[in-house]
């Protein structure tokens, strides 16, 4: 989707500072000198059955975009499609999830829209703010940088499986957990400690954004597949193949600019490419810092934040990224 919107040339304004041309994760416009508008919209059908963690885990999702840019989101809108035929109490439901997750994050929802659909959509246009120059973009990965995660993989496979009625129900209950929890505390921690590029996991899954990361920075990056954190469950999962279309779309896309390893087997290659609910943070920064990064995410509750590989530099065959087992 974010090739279509590129082949459309908004007009230039030398206020928007970032723009969607390099695949940020939303756009920044600054008013003055003190401050910029950040502005990022996110919504999408149901993931999972219940309808108050539906709505947690779209706002949360929602949100995400603006932390990925080191900005602070303010205010919101929600966007809502809902069918005639379901209860509007289901309906209240996912608005009071949206609600209660922004309070969390401190946004006021100051408004939104509705429209019939015949099935239901929620999600939110968000606006943060952020001084101009401290925006964290996804353009400015230097060469040999760590690149560190902040939630674990396989959000995409196990709702799909829960549709097909495969996952079982703790499993399923950690990826609604991670998908509900806000990138909110690595978001201010990662500005404490300083970064060079943050972008978030969602639908393109870790390579994708990985690979719209070193495109944009012009660097490319070595992922170690044994560093990288995975929700529990998700191996056995992957023999059923239950993986959605997004995650195999995004795999026939990517595979042409990355360099697997042997020991790298369809099932892990496909799971790189899973495609991500309100996936947590990609970070990189210099090495030097890492650890810092590391145990500060640890010691605010983010266990599974892991350092997955190191920036480097982009050869002319195009192979952004390389995957060692
Ligand atoms: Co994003
Ligand atoms: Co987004
Ligand atoms: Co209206």
Known sequence: MVQVLQQINNEFDE?????????????????????????????????????????????????????????????????????????????????????????????????????????????????????????????????????????PIGTGIITAAHINKSVNQPILNSAIDSMKKLNKDASSIMKTVGVNACTDITGFGLLGHLYNLCKSSNVAANINFNSVPFLNGVFDLVKTNSFPGGSKSNFEFLNDFVKWGNIIDDHGKLLLCDAQTSGGLLITLDKSRSQELINKLNSLGIHNAAIIGEVSTLTNDSKYISVEG
């Open 15 to 151: 206020n928007l500072i970032v723009s969607n041309s390099s695949f940020d994760d939303a756009s920044v416009y600054k008013l003055n000198d003190d401050i910029a508008l950040v502005t990022t919209i996110d919504f999408f059908p149901p993931i999972v059955d219940d309808p108050y963690n539906y709505g947690q885990i779209a706002a949360a999702n929602a949100f995400s975009d603006i932390y990925a840019m080191g900005a602070t989101p303010i205010s919101a809108l929600n966007i809502v499609g809902f069918p005639n035929d379901i209860s509007e109490n289901i309906l209240v439901e996912i608005l009071r999830g949206g609600s209660d997750k922004a309070k969390e994050a401190g946004v006021v929802i100051s408004g939104g829209h509705t429209i019939k659909d015949k099935e239901p959509k929620y999600g939110l246009s968000v606006t943060g703010i952020i001084k101009p120059g401290e925006e964290i973009t996804n353009s400015n990965a230097k060469i040999n940088d760590d690149i560190i995660l902040t939630k």
